[in-house]
Nanobody
Framework: VQLVESGGGLVQPGGSLRLSCAASGFTFSNYRMSWYRQAPGKERELVASISSTGITTNYADSVKGRFTISRDNGKNTVSLQMNSLKPEDTAVYYC???????WGQGTQVTVSS
């Protein structure tokens, strides 16, 4: 199983980024997927999750209305569109398959002027 994140970087407050996670080694369309983040000195927290079909999504209160999780089961990818970014969104973002506990290596997102 491999989960490979991409799309992180440095962005100014109010800006946008789109993270992607490419999955391989399992039947992607059968599994719920999640994005987590971990800021320096803080515990890893759930940002958003999406059901296997993509019909149901859930978000942390801190990102509701700003972030959108989506998936493409034909391409085995899950994405996180992040808009109106704030400095407190700065963290390493991880792709996760929660049922079996698989994690990607993470991608750094830094929101700073």
């Amino acid at each position: 199983v491999q989960l490979v994140e991409s799309g992180g970087g440095l962005v100014q407050p109010g800006g946008s980024l789109r993270l992607s996670c490419a999955a391989s080694g399992f039947t992607f369309s059968n599994y719920r997927m999640s994005w987590y983040r971990q800021a320096p000195g803080k515990e890893r927290e759930l940002v958003a999750s999406i059901s296997s079909t993509g019909i149901t999504t859930n978000y942390a209160d801190s990102v509701k209305g700003r972030f959108t999780i989506s998936r493409d089961n034909g391409k085995n990818t899950v994405s996180l569109q992040m808009n109106s970014l704030k400095p407190e969104d700065t963290a390493v973002y991880y792709c996760n398959e929660p049922l079996r506990g698989y994690w990607g290596q993470g991608t750094q997102v830094t929101v700073s002027s």
